[in-house]
């Protein structure tokens, strides 16, 4: 211990008139003392060794070598401490969370001042004191912060004191990093960053609010935004859906905006870019009818659309014009099948081709009166079913054909389309082309008659044209048989002749009246009560002589 024995004791049992001549000797060799630990207390017990008496009647007293009482007080070591800020390496730091608390625990981050602790001694300070930023919660560097509740721990720690806080500038907090992320779609659910192609990649919206913060301190939502920002930029012109945009020059704006950091960009697939809508009409150069066909009964539009359509002015952005088209394959349609100029086509499934076809959108049916389907030209023939002679007639000394035309006819194969609904018109009338009588089917050939002035009826008769005039060897002009009387009796026929001029034969005294089919005068001989008729007798024809016979009333039967 530090102090010496001095005068700190009392002898006792000394004679009353030595009080004063008796005392311990303070220069020996093992006066000091001796605590009996070294711990701080109070009433320590301590013991000085070596005693010995000195004094006029010290020889006449004697004393134990040593001298022991709880008298002794060890007071604690005062010492201080230190924060750790190595090489501002700042061991106390945190992201900004809104409040002054330090997150880290002190550990061992301090140190105990040069020679405050006695070697060997065990002292340190509870590890898991915590502590608080004294400035306040914002962003900043060297930020002092203050652990209070501070204890000694250690087997050694009762024998020391230090203050209740402990303090410095070794703080730091760092901005805290929010990220930032389109809103994609408004209320309706449509999308916000839109805009109809325009061969350019700018973002036609501004950032505005449409935008969500994440990684805000919770209460701190409505202190911090994005300030105006650069105008955005898709990530190329063309169309589609959820395309990257970026916005730039992105900064926070705000009452906490220094306590918070964001990425100087913004970008996101957020944007969309719809097809630009092109119309187009088809071609008629100067009414020609490139779409034109003769009726064949469809609506089918034989001609490919080709080229043949024109895209309205100003439809497509500059530049784009040669790199789009519509594909020419495409067919079409009449709108009906009937016959007449000006027609409706429409062309349907109509699909853009080219390296910007991407970028437009078209209707899927283009349509115009711009077609021409021209009536079909056919032809028909007279029936001779088994030449049973539907045109025939007695001979009458007329071209007129008794039989009006009616379905004595027939179309051209194939010329009238299936199911259509087309005839002649059944009463017209036709002619013989000679008067005389004449049997084509017996000889081979058929008289020809001829029908004029033809008309087509019929629901679809206007789709169709045919020649006005029809005609065909399918004529017959049957004998006449007079009923003139030639004699007077049958018996004074035979062996006679007579001439067929209508005069009277001077021979045989009896009259012959011309008749009506012979060319005449031609002989004709008697025979055994009948009239032989030579050949060539009809017009225009050569027959097999016959006998004609007469009746008893004189008449030739």
Do not use: C
Not at 47 to 67: K, M, V
Not at 130 to 135: H, K, M, V
Not at 376 to 395: C, E, Q, R
Request: hydrophobic share 30%; no cysteine; proline share 3%.
């Amino acid at each position: 211990m530090k102090q010496a024995l001095d005068t700190h004791y009392t002898l006792n049992d000394l004679v009353e008139a030595d009080t004063n001549k008796v005392s311990i000797n303070n220069s020996a060799a093992n006066q000091s003392g001796q605590y009996d630990n070294k711990d701080a207390a109070t009433d320590k017990q301590v013991t000085f060794t070596g005693i010995g008496l000195t004094g006029d009647e010290a020889g006449n007293y004697s004393i134990a070598t040593s001298l022991s009482g709880n008298v002794g007080t060890i007071e604690k070591k005062g010492i201080t401490a230190t924060l750790n800020d190595p090489n501002g390496t700042y061991v106390f730091t945190k992201v900004y969370d809104g409040n002054n608390r330090v997150t880290e625990a002190l550990g061992n981050n301090y140190a105990f001042g040069a020679t405050d602790i006695i070697a060997n001694d065990e002292v340190s300070i509870d590890a898991n004191t915590s502590g608080i930023y004294t400035a306040g919660k914002n962003v900043g560097d060297s930020k002092n912060i203050q652990f209070t509740g501070v204890k000694l721990t250690g087997s050694d720690a009762g024998n020391y004191l230090i203050g209740n806080s402990l303090s410095g500038t070794v703080g730091r907090i760092t901005p805290r990093k929010v990220t930032a992320a389109f809103v994609v779609k408004n209320g309706d659910g449509a999308d916000i960053f839109t805009k109809i192609y325009d061969g350019t990649k700018t973002v036609n919206q501004s950032l505005g609010t449409n935008y969500t913060l994440s990684n805000v301190v919770e209460g701190e939502e409505s202190k911090i935004g994005i300030a105006t920002s650069e105008n955005g930029e898709y990530s190329d012109k063309n169309v589609g859906d959820g395309k990257t945009i970026t916005f730039g020059g992105i900064t926070l704006t705000g009452d906490e905006r220094q306590n918070y950091s964001i990425e100087g960009t913004l970008s996101g697939a957020a944007g969309q870019i719809t097809p630009k809508t092109l119309k187009a009409t088809l071609a008629d150069p100067n009414g020609t009818y490139y779409f034109t066909k003769v009726y064949d009964g469809t609506q089918t539009v034989q001609q490919a659309l080709g080229n043949h359509y024109a895209f309205d002015s100003g439809d497509f952005i500059s530049g784009d014009e040669n790199k789009v088209s519509i594909a020419a394959n495409t067919s079409g349609l009449y709108s009906d099948k009937t016959a007449g100029d000006d027609k409706v086509i429409t062309f349907s499934n109509i699909k853009l081709i080219g390296d910007e076809a991407k970028n437009y959108a078209i209707a899927d049916t283009l349509s115009g009166a711009v077609g021409q389907v021209t009536p079909k030209h056919i032809s028909a023939t007279l029936n001779d079913p088994a030449g049973t002679y539907v045109f025939t007639k007695v001979y009458n000394n007329t071209i007129t054909v008794d039989q009006p035309l009616g379905s004595n006819y027939t179309f051209g194969a194939g010329n009238v389309a299936n199911g259509d609904d087309v005839r002649i018109a059944a009463n017209t009338s036709g002619v013989y082309l000679d008067q005389n009588a004449g049997d084509a089917k017996e000889v081979g050939n058929l008289k020809p008659i001829e029908f004029s002035s033809i008309m087509l009826t019929g629901t679809d008769a206007g789709n169709y044209t045919i020649d006005s005039v029809l005609s065909g060897n399918v004529g017959q002009i049957t004998p006449a048989i007079p009923e003139h009387p030639y004699f007077d009796t049958l018996a004074s026929l035979t062996g006679q002749q007579g001439n067929l001029d209508g005069a009277p034969n001077g021979n045989d005294g009896f009259f012959v009246p011309q008749l009506p089919w012979y060319q005449g005068p031609t002989l004709l001989t008697i025979i055994n009560g009948g009239i032989q008729m030579p050949k060539d007798i009809l017009l225009g024809s050569t027959y097999d002589s016959r006998t004609v016979i007469v009746s008893d009333g004189g008449k030739i039967g």
